[in-house]
């Protein structure tokens, strides 16, 4: 008789669209989960609970599926999986998802947040692999952070562990969207790096200053000088703090040339003095990480029993 496969589903949700892929364990303990099939979805606006169960059924096709994780852009009680905030999808705010989602599909669910799933996949099996102790940040419109030790994220007392997004790196700064005076990501977020290269003259987006930046145009110098240097003072903090094996950076701006990176990885080791500075290294796994990090923890919650009952 065949064993059956444990076939899980992880959805990474974003505020246009949900990644999702149907996965199985990993040939070896340890593996990465084999992806068996992938795809895309528009994000349900109303009605999201429904939206997500049709996303279920839509990856699994005629399979049986046997546990689902979801991903959400947002703060998410750790406990419980309900959704307490999402700038983006203001629908989820409040709803209980993991339980909503486990009574609608009478499955297993996890429901966690989108950079930490992320994190798990790249301390994992991306640019952290084999390391015990990762710090991975995502550089886009916010700035998401994850603390990785022993492929676990360390979520703190309350969720919250790891914005380093929120460590204030110009005291009595710009307006930060949580409304703190001049944290990172009021310098170094998209948004903050996009108003900074027009107030400088320049035109298009933060991957074509970040472009400009490389041919030595000297009014994006100026602009990437200022966020590459709030970026290495943040990080200097995380060391500080942290002392993490290594620091892992993606997300949009740290994927399209990877000169902010490089830059704030100079600027840390000039500025260093007790630290001792681990490798700052981009991430490996690009867009699809959120989504095989929720697989991973979805195989997790078919708990030790059902895993040693199909190896
Ligand atoms: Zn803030």
Known sequence: MSVPVPLVIGL????????YVAAALGSAPGDAPQVLRRGTLATPGRRPVAGLVAAVAEACGSDEVHA?????????????????????????????????????????????????????????????QGRADVFTLALGTGIAGAHVLDGQVRVGANGSAGELGHVVVEPGGARCSCGQLGCLETIVGAPALQAAWRDAGGSGSPVEL???????????VAVVERAASALADAILTLLALVDPGCVVIGGGLASAPHRLVLRAAQLVAERASFHQVPPILPAALGRWAGAVGSAATALECLGEDALGATR
């Open 210 to 220: 970040l472009r400009a930046f490389g041919d030595g145009d000297p009014r994006a």
């Open 12 to 19: 990474d949700v974003g505020g246009s669209s949900v990644k």
């Open 68 to 128: 689902l994780a979801v991903s959400i852009p947002g703060l998410i009680d750790s406990g419980t999986g309900r959704v307490i905030r999402v700038a983006n999808l203001p629908e989820l705010d409040g709803v209980a998802l993991q339980e909503e989602l486990a009574s609608a599909l009478s499955l297993p669910v996890r429901v966690i947040n989108d950079g930490h799933a992320a994190a798990i996949a790249e301390a994992r099996w991306g640019s952290g």
